[in-house]
């Protein structure tokens, strides 16, 4: 809990090195509405180091904006085996922080899934809230800290893992590629692994591939290390 305490103390700090930055970001806060519609196909699901789905996935998502605040609707379903996740954020801008609450809901296997709408003890949701600092031009580093608050994160007497994740990232382009080198890992046992440990190190990248004067095709691909499962991944991605 010490390690936790000090990751949150770092936000505190890096609020203040920002309180300038963030006045001037949320002045050019709009006040239209705006939604976004997209989808991805991947070639496998793996998130923060974890296997979700190791077949291609479709990845719809909607994502209505107001100000600072947005709202997402967003899904994931397997090609040819099953798995079907369906996930709702809420999310608030403050400058170069961004807090959000996420429930997450997970019906990989359908011979055993519950109802939707069952929140008892065999509840197949998650609930996480997180908070991200996304970095600035004179400062390009990026903070997540989430942690599950609630839900289908129990140890083996039913009680709540509080599962936290805490991962560093750090981007740049190099000509029409974007990259992105991360870090993530876990304070102690729970969904991510059975201890405190790395779980997930790589490096993304991103393109839009002209397909005519106006029309680009977003392309990614992230290689990824679990070094707690001694697994390593290679993902490609497109969005539509």
């Known amino acids: 809990m010490k390690t936790v305490k000090t990751a949150i103390c770092l936000f505190f700090v890096l609020a203040l090195i920002q309180a300038q930055p963030l006045k001037a970001q949320e002045a050019d806060?709009?006040?239209?509405?705006?939604?976004?519609?997209?989808?991805?196909?991947?070639?496998?699901?793996i998130w923060r180091g974890l296997p979700s789905s190791l077949t291609p996935n479709i990845q719809p998502s909607v994502t209505l904006g107001y100000k600072n605040f947005s709202a997402q609707v967003w899904g994931s379903y397997g090609l040819s085996q099953p798995y079907a996740?369906?996930?709702?954020?809420?999310?608030?801008?403050?400058?170069?922080?961004?807090?959000?609450v996420w429930d997450y809901y997970v019906n990989a296997d359908e011979?055993?899934?519950t109802h939707y709408f069952n929140f008892s003890d065999t509840t197949l949701h998650s609930v996480e809230g997180s908070l991200t600092f996304n970095g600035t031009e004179s400062f390009p580093i990026s903070v997540t800290l989430a942690t599950y608050l609630w839900g289908d994160d129990k140890d083996e007497e039913g009680d709540n893992n509080y599962s936290t994740y805490l991962e560093l990232g750090y981007e740049r382009s190099i000509?029409?590629?974007?990259?992105?080198?991360?870090?993530?890992?876990?304070?102690?046992?729970?969904?991510y692994a059975s201890k405190?440990?790395?779980?997930?190190?790589?490096?993304?990248?991103?393109?839009?591939?002209?397909?005519?004067?106006?029309t680009a095709l977003p392309l990614s691909g992230s290689l990824i290390v679990n070094p707690d499962s001694k697994s390593v991944y290679f993902v490609f991605g497109i969005t539509f």
């Open 29 to 45: 806060s709009t006040d239209k509405i705006s939604l976004d519609v997209n989808a991805d196909l991947v070639s496998r699901y």
């Open 85 to 100: 996740e369906f996930d709702v954020n809420l999310s608030y801008n403050i400058g170069a922080f961004t807090l959000s």
């Open 111 to 113: 011979a055993t899934a």
């Open 175 to 191: 000509g029409p590629t974007n990259l992105k080198l991360f870090a993530g890992g876990t304070f102690g046992a729970g969904y």
């Open 196 to 214: 405190a440990a790395l779980v997930n190190i790589g490096l993304a990248a991103t393109r839009n591939l002209q397909l005519t004067e106006k």
